[in-house]
């Protein structure tokens, strides 16, 4: 038996259901601040030092990334070698 429910709701809706708090007032406040700091130039709040973190991250997990499909690629084959030599 098979149930299936659509339900309509905006974002705010859901928030409220799910209990989450509204932040909207505070994530515009933050950021008038940053922008204030990235308009007057102060040290560290420059667009590039600002997205810096976020690009080394994302260039660093997909460095890991490729080392592990080519960890399971590696072991895939040597495993299938060696389990051909057996036959």
């Excluded at 700091?37 to 102060?42: E, N, S, T, Y």
């Excluded at 690009?55 to 060696?82: F, P, R, V």
């Amino acid at each position: 038996m098979n149930f299936k429910v659509d339900v309509e709701m905006t974002p705010e809706e859901l928030r409220k259901v799910l209990g989450l708090p509204d932040v909207e007032s505070f994530q515009k406040e933050m950021m008038g601040k940053i922008q204030e700091r990235m308009d007057a130039g102060v040290d560290g709040y420059d667009p590039l030092t600002l997205f810096q973190p976020y690009m080394a991250s994302g260039l660093g997990s997909m460095d890991a990334i490729q080392k592990m499909l080519m960890n399971m690629m590696t072991s895939y084959t040597s495993s299938s070698k060696s389990s051909d030599k057996n036959k």
